[in-house]
């Protein structure tokens, strides 16, 4: 075979035809490029051999030993045939076991020597089950570090083991290099063709760290020099300036912005009284008034002469911004507008075309604002809410709606700023650290199930006195496969607890636009005492009289997660508390949540939690367009990520010197990246 192009179809590799190759597609695998950066998710060490001697019960190892019988078979029964040799090393004897395999008599030869790998039996006879071996003068799979891959229906481990090998020795030495002679000697990263043959085969562990090492920096390298280069063309393109003075609409606030809020008015101010595009995430704990902030953006932008897009993750929350925002611009002769997509047909075909014609200044919505039939007349500014839930590429559909618009990002989840600079390299952030006066702490328990009488009475206590409660439940349906409580089984509960019916509102995500809207503002009204919910109302409701948070399975939660729940209450005068019942005793999950016990700063909850779970589970499944990586782990590999982030800043500002050919390649990693790992949900 001559040398294959690493974008050849991997049908190029004998033994793979059509069939094997539409199977190597589930697991994403088309070319031998695929193939090869399909990474082993562990490996075996099967380097060295024990001793017979040596040997403990139940451990898998090698043994490297002579056959010393021939092989017997006994037939035990009609389905079962049992074959044994014994095998000797001079420290002792072992014997091998094999069932039902009618080749072995012909594969193993009296006198000669082999290695064997595979679980070790010390009683009730010293015997080693099913092993595998070779020849010692022919190792293949065994006598080295093994990489265990992910697989899928009709690829085995072995098919994929050898696909990979044919694939390494056919491209062995002819793999291009990716990264920049100058960049792999500042940071000491190996040579491609060592770290991919190393990283499937390695050589020995230092090999395989080495190997690793040079991926992983590839991988975070690649990602955030795509994120800079973002960042600095969106800087520099030309955008509205935005010069109106805010201080109007700071007088007419029934409060005093903090010192925190009128920082970061001050920065965006700044950032968009020039005419270079912001581009800023306002990063806030709950209840720290980000929504404020965001309204002095738009006002400054309407005042201007342009128009702002809304956008938040939900209807709910899309209109509680609507009817807050409208109050807060009443007096200043704004219009504002919700695009729901619950509107009727004739409206929304109005709301559009006073969009368009410019009627319209502020436009608040879910992300039905992305919609191609949305048009803007002047488009100045974009507002998101909740970023976390929109990826990188539907902020890019927000704005492409005007004319490099600027943007303002505003994030409830407190993200560690080693994790921002990763999902939100592309932004400059502004931190609003600081809570209005006044607000209490809220006072958290975590309790078991025996606590629910005492609960429910303290519950009754709240609403006597005119409270209102949530209480959160993590699934809608009931479900035989777990236990945990449903919405729907929860409220029977409750009223045979005690609880009026007519009391009682359910939240949850199955429910349509209007319904959702019809609970939630009978909540607000105080015509529900309780409301029954997922987590749908998780962001930004705010209901101030409500003072109890209570969460049932709150083990199934994660620690920011229980943060934002927390924030619902303590947002009025009164004394506020938030329960969490879980129905696991396990010590574990009573001391991750006793976190929330003590710590009422989402940003140290946040960091902890990151701790906990890593970053794929502390923003859920791919909600968030953070990039799939392969190797790198945002976990692990933050110590690595300073380096690429230096590396990425380097890289850009050209201090290192590199050929067009090694500028070109990089650049083509990077759209490769943008399109296959940025995600839009
Ligand atoms: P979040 O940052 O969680 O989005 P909001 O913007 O919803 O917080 O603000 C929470 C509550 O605090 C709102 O009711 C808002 O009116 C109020 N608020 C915001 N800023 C201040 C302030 N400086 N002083 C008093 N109350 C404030
Ligand atoms: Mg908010």
């Not at 502004?430 to 606590?451: C, H, M, N, W």
């Not at 129905?583 to 989402?602: F, I």
């Not at 590396?647 to 290192?656: E, K, M, P, S, V």
Request: aromatic fraction near 8%; hydrophobic fraction near 40%.
């Amino acid at each position: 075979m001559t040398t294959p192009e690493l974008t050849s179809s991997i049908t190029v590799l004998s033994g793979v035809g059509e069939k094997r190759a539409a199977a190597f597609s589930r697991l994403g695998i088309v070319t031998l490029a695929d193939l090869l950066s399909h990474y082993p998710r562990a490996y075996e060490n099967r380097e060295n051999c024990k001793k017979i001697i040596e040997l403990s019960h139940e451990e898998t190892v090698s043994v490297r030993g002579v056959v010393s019988s021939s092989v017997k078979t006994n037939i035990i029964r009609k389905n079962l045939r049992v074959s044994t040799v014994k095998v000797s090393d001079g420290t002792g004897f072992l014997e091998m076991v094999w069932f039902n395999n009618r080749f072995i008599e012909n594969r193993l030869k009296k006198g000669e020597t082999y290695v064997f790998y595979g679980k070790v039996q010390l009683t009730p006879k010293k015997q080693m089950h099913t092993p595998i071996f070779e020849r010692p003068e022919e190792q293949k799979q065994l006598g080295r570090i093994m990489p265990i891959y992910p697989l899928t229906e009709g690829i085995t481990a072995s098919i994929l083991t050898d696909c990979v090998a044919r694939a390494l020795d056919a491209c062995r030495g002819q793999i291009k290099e990716s990264l920049p002679a100058a960049l792999r000697n500042a940071f000491k990263l190996c040579e491609i063709n060592f770290a991919l043959e190393n990283i499937h085969f390695p050589a020995n562990e230092e090999a395989y760290r080495i190997a690793r090492r040079r991926l992983a920096f590839e991988e975070l390298f690649l990602f955030q020099t795509a994120l800079f280069s973002l960042k600095k063309r969106q800087n520099s393109s030309h955008a509205p300036r935005l010069s109106a003075d805010m201080q109007p609409f700071l007088n007419s606030l029934p409060f005093t912005p903090t010192g925190a809020q009128r920082r970061v008015m001050d920065e965006i101010g700044r950032d968009v009284s020039n005419s270079n595009m912001m581009n800023r995430l306002i990063c806030g704990d709950v209840g720290s008034g980000k929504t404020v902030v965001a309204a002095a953006a738009v006002y400054m932008a309407v005042k201007s002469g342009f128009q702002v897009a809304f956008m938040a993750p939900t209807e709910i929350l899309a209109a509680q911004h609507y009817n807050t925002l409208q109050k807060l611009f009443a007096p200043h002769n704004i219009t504002v507008e919700l695009l729901s997509g619950s509107l009727p047909a004739r409206q929304k075909r109005e709301t559009l075309a006073r969009i368009q014609d410019g009627t319209t200044h502020l436009v608040v919505g879910t992300h039905a604002l992305l919609s191609d039939d949305v048009a803007f007349n002047k488009l100045g500014l974009a507002v998101t809410d909740e970023q976390h839930r929109f990826g990188v590429e539907q902020r890019r559909l927000l704005t492409d709606k005007g004319e490099n618009p600027h943007v303002l990002v505003m994030s409830a989840t407190p993200i560690p700023r080693t994790l921002a600079l990763i999902i939100y390299g592309d932004l400059d952030v502004s931190v609003i650290d600081e809570l209005p006066p006044g607000r209490q702490k809220i006072d958290t328990f975590a309790v078991g199930e025996s606590y629910r009488k005492r609960i429910y009475d303290f519950l009754k206590k709240e609403i006597s006195q005119g409270r209102q409660a949530y209480i959160v439940c993590p699934l809608v349906e009931e479900s035989d496969v777990t236990e945990l409580q449903s919405v729907t089984a929860y409220i029977k509960k409750l009223e045979q607890s005690g609880f009026p019916a007519a009391s009682i509102g359910i939240l949850h995500g199955k429910l349509k636009g209007a319904e959702k809207d019809a609970v939630m503002s009978a909540f607000k009204e105080g015509r529900l005492s309780l409301l029954v919910a997922t987590t749908v109302i998780e962001v930004g409701v705010d209901v101030p009289n409500a003072t109890i948070m209570l969460i049932e399975n709150a083990e199934r939660f994660g620690l920011s997660q229980l943060h934002q729940l927390r924030g619902r209450v303590g947002r009025g005068s009164h004394k506020s508390y938030c329960i969490l019942l879980s129905q696991s005793s396990q010590n574990a999950a009573m001391a991750r949540l006793s976190v929330m016990k003590k710590e009422s700063d989402g940003f140290k909850i946040a960091e902890e939690d990151l701790k906990q779970r890593g970053p794929g589970e502390f923003f859920g499944t791919r909600q968030h367009g953070l990039p799939a990586f392969r190797i790198a782990s945002l976990y692990t590999d933050m110590a690595l990520l300073e380096q690429t982030t230096k590396a990425a800043r380097d890289f850009l500002n050209q201090r290192f010197p590199c050929s067009d050919v090694e500028k070109k390649l990089i650049t083509e990693k990077i759209d490769a990246l943008f399109n296959n790992h940025v995600t839009i949900n």
